[in-house]
């Protein structure tokens, strides 16, 4: 009877885990361009109507063209995700161009949700990323090379040279996110405790006090 029950529960088992293995877990239609609209849900954006989807929902012309850098870290990030290209929904991978003023950087930051691929257009650039046993791996790149960052590692960007750089990056996620880690830290909202901050910095409430009034949002 033992043996019975054993073989029962061992076909059954085989039977399931042949349907896991058989399963498809790619979407089952051609297309789910984004309804944006609607927000997110679960783990994506609902689909819209075929009726309303267009070749424009496919396309965008935004990272053509160098963007305009005027900010204090010389950097600027175009993004050609889902928010952008609806037609990205549910498809897994993204865009984005990064283009660096002389001495700009991409600062020290994390996307949690993908792998992150830079391809060199123009420039020069110093990059990196931190693994989780604080090694840092680090390579100074030319136009046409290329250099992958793990998911979910801290990496930046610095552009050395006295002349603009520039990047195409490429994500496996429709919607990476990106965590910079001093905004994130310094311009939290509700704040970040000054008592917590200053015990991870090793410094005063001074110290910290002026780091977050670089943070804050510029009065019109």
């Given at each position: 009877?033992?043996?019975?029950?054993?073989?029962?529960?061992?076909?059954?088992?085989?039977?399931?885990?042949?349907?896991?293995?058989?399963?498809?877990?790619?979407?089952?239609?051609?297309?789910?361009?984004?309804?944006?609209?609607?927000?997110?849900?679960?783990?994506?954006?609902?689909?819209?109507?075929?009726?309303?989807?267009?070749?424009?929902?496919?396309?965008?012309?935004?990272?053509?063209?160098?963007?305009?850098?005027?900010?204090?870290?010389?950097?600027?990030?175009?993004?050609?995700?889902?928010?952008?290209?609806?037609?990205?929904?549910?498809?897994?991978?993204?865009?984005?161009?990064?283009?660096?003023?002389?001495?700009?950087?991409?600062?020290?930051?994390?996307?949690?949700?993908?792998?992150?691929?830079?391809?060199?257009?123009?420039?020069?650039?110093?990059?990196?990323?931190?693994?989780?046993?604080?090694?840092?791996?680090?390579?100074?790149?030319?136009?046409?090379?290329?250099?992958?960052?793990?998911?979910?590692?801290?990496?930046?960007?610095?552009?050395?040279?006295?002349?603009?750089?520039?990047?195409?990056?490429?994500?496996?996620?429709?919607?990476?996110?990106?965590?910079?880690?001093?905004?994130?830290?310094?311009?939290?909202?509700?704040?970040?405790?000054?008592?917590?901050?200053?015990?991870?910095?090793?410094?005063?409430t001074k110290e910290i006090e002026k780091i977050k009034s670089k943070f804050a949002p510029k009065k019109?």
């Amino acid at each position: 009877m033992a043996h019975t029950a054993l073989l029962s529960y061992l076909l059954v088992f085989s039977a399931i885990s042949a349907a896991c293995v058989a399963s498809d877990p790619d979407m089952l239609q051609d297309v789910c361009v984004a309804d944006t609209s609607s927000g997110p849900k679960l783990n994506g954006f609902p689909c819209k109507p075929d009726t309303n989807v267009s070749a424009a929902d496919f396309f965008f012309a935004g990272i053509a063209n160098p963007g305009v850098v005027n900010n204090s870290l010389g950097s600027l990030v175009t993004a050609a995700n889902v928010e952008k290209v609806p037609g990205l929904n549910t498809l897994g991978v993204s865009l984005s161009r990064i283009d660096y003023a002389p001495e700009g950087l991409n600062p020290p930051h994390t996307h949690p949700r993908a792998t992150e691929v830079v391809f060199v257009l123009e420039g020069e650039l110093d990059v990196g990323f931190i693994t989780t046993s604080n090694k840092l791996i680090s390579k100074s790149l030319k136009k046409g090379e290329v250099f992958v960052f793990p998911r979910g590692l801290l990496h930046f960007q610095k552009n050395n040279g006295k002349k603009p750089a520039a990047v195409i990056a490429a994500f496996n996620s429709q919607l990476p996110g990106t965590q910079s880690i001093a905004a994130t830290l310094f311009s939290a909202t509700p704040a970040v405790p000054d008592n917590v901050l200053t015990k991870a910095f090793q410094v005063g409430t001074k110290e910290i006090e002026k780091i977050k009034s670089k943070f804050a949002p510029k009065k019109a």
